[in-house]
């Protein structure tokens, strides 16, 4: 559900949600006795479960970790990047593919005189993957980013991106992960709710635990009135 002021982003964590191929599976379990006059519950999980961010240290030795990243780089104007050529056989996004609002990206070969103040501190790409959450191939045939694209993004110095697909790279690949993360961009993955979007641009809000590992179970959600 939503409030009137906030736009909710993630996927509900319980028991039975779909973990990537080969991750340990989501169990929250009840562990107080049934004439207790209280509940009592523990986790055991993936970190990389539902809607989840991947820190630096996920791919780079002593990169940051999740408690190293600063707050402050984990809320900001958020920019939805709306891919459009759904009809396309590649599933790799390029800056072609994309129609960002407010936004004049023309010359795609050139990035670095393509720098856009208007892009934010966050990106959020819309590809409708997510539509296809509890289909079979949904791990395994996601859209995915370029290097052309990972690359605009870093040089719009973007502190981090949401995809709603479960990687920003083809399956069993992880460069663009590591260009990312090596560049200090955090990564959100299995972001879901975009269908009722409405603006290009909203103040975002992405919050992960503070925990010592390289990736975290988050809650991202838009502000609709910044
Ligand atoms: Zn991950």
Sequence with gaps: MNSMKYIDLTRKLKNNILEYPGDPKFKLKA???KNSDYNLSKIETGLHIGTHIDAPY?????????????LEKLIGKST?????????ISKEI?????????????????C???????????AILKTGWSNNWK????????YYLSKDFANYLIENEING??????????????????????????IVENITNLNHLRKNSY???????NIDAEASPVRVFLSKEK
Excluded at 80 to 88: A, G, R, S, Y
């Design 31 to 33: 562990i107080n006795d």
């Design 135 to 142: 289909k079979e191939n949904y791990f395994t045939e996601n």
């Design 112 to 122: 670095k005189t393509n720098k856009n103040e208007n892009l934010g501190e966050i």
């Design 161 to 186: 991106i949401c995809i709603d697909g479960p990687s920003v790279d083809k399956f069993e690949n992880n460069k663009i992960h590591k260009l990312f993360l090596k560049n200090n961009i955090w």
């Design 80 to 88: 939805i990047l709306n891919f459009k050529n759904k009809d396309k």
């Design 203 to 209: 103040f975002g809000y992405v919050i992960p635990l």
């Design 94 to 110: 390029n800056l072609e593919d994309l129609k960002i609002v407010s936004t004049n990206i023309k010359n795609s070969k050139n």
């Design 58 to 70: 996920h791919y780079i030795e002593n990169g940051k970790k999740i408690n190293e990243i600063k």
